[in-house]
Antibody
Framework: EAQLVESGGGLVQPGESLRLSCAASGFTLTTYWMHWVRQAPGKGPIWVSRINADGSSSEYADSVKGRFTLSRDNAKNTVYLQMRSLRAEDTAVYYC?????????WGQGVQVIVSS | QSALTQPASVSGSPGQSITISCTGSSSDIGSYGLVSWYQQHPGKAPKFVIYEGTKRPSGVSPRFSGSKSGNTASLTISGLQTEDEADYYCCSYSGDTSLFVFGTGTKVTVL
């Protein structure tokens, strides 16, 4: 069964960093653009970032631009979201996905809590 | 990027049909057929019920259908069932920003 599994979440203090991983199983990520979406408690999903298939290009929502970096290791079938200078408003469940508007796969999400 | 506009809540009785609207602009929904709809039950990840405007993933009930008119996309659930009670979000590609924008979300209640 094709699936995505996120990991690396947790509780961090404001200003700290965290790296999320998204590992694929049952299929190869190589040909897919990959996305991250986050959802704050009680709120709707917000698109965060995407990276193209070979990792040469990435885009970010204004709210995370300059603080988050998306990368991928196709040999490991894994995508990474490096988050720096974390703020309380970054607290959310983070999901990785192969698509936003076409048929795709979403992970089950990983919790990130930014609090002192 | 501004969120797409959805009604906060829609309700219906079992067996009825309901329609959820998602209003954007000529830069997103109006220009592209790239609209998806997600169903989300409490504590669960969003799940595709419609993608590319009108297509239904395998395994999703044919009671779910999508359409578009102008700058507004719609999700219709026919033959409403108790398990359809959930939050629903639309999502569209935005040509202005080359990014993606979600709707404000609609809570569907089965009376």
């Amino acid at each position: 069964e094709a699936q995505l599994v996120e990991s690396g979440g947790g509780l961090v203090q404001p200003g700290e960093s965290l790296r999320l991983s998204c590992a694929a199983s049952g299929f190869t990520l190589t040909t897919y653009w990959m996305h991250w979406v986050r959802q704050a408690p009680g709120k709707g999903p917000i698109w965060v970032s995407r990276i193209n298939a070979d990792g040469s290009s990435s885009e970010y929502a204004d709210s995370v631009k300059g603080r988050f970096t998306l990368s991928r290791d196709n040999a490991k079938n894994t995508v990474y979201l490096q988050m720096r200078s974390l703020r309380a408003e970054d607290t959310a469940v983070y999901y990785c996905a192969t698509s936003m508007v076409s048929q795709g796969i979403w992970g089950q999400g990983v919790q990130v809590i930014v609090s002192s | 990027q501004s969120a797409l506009t959805q009604p906060a809540s829609v309700s219906g009785s079992p067996g009825q049909s309901i329609t959820i609207s998602c209003t954007g602009s000529s830069s997103d929904i109006g220009s592209y057929g790239l609209v998806s709809w997600y169903q989300q039950h409490p504590g669960k990840a969003p799940k595709f019920v419609i993608y590319e405007g009108t297509k239904r993933p395998s395994g999703v009930s044919p009671r779910f259908s999508g359409s578009k008119s102008g700058n507004t996309a719609s999700l219709t659930i026919s033959g409403l069932q108790t398990e359809d009670e959930a939050d629903y979000y639309c999502c569209s590609y935005s040509g202005d920003t080359s990014l993606f924008v979600f709707g404000t979300g609609t809570k569907v209640t089965v009376l």
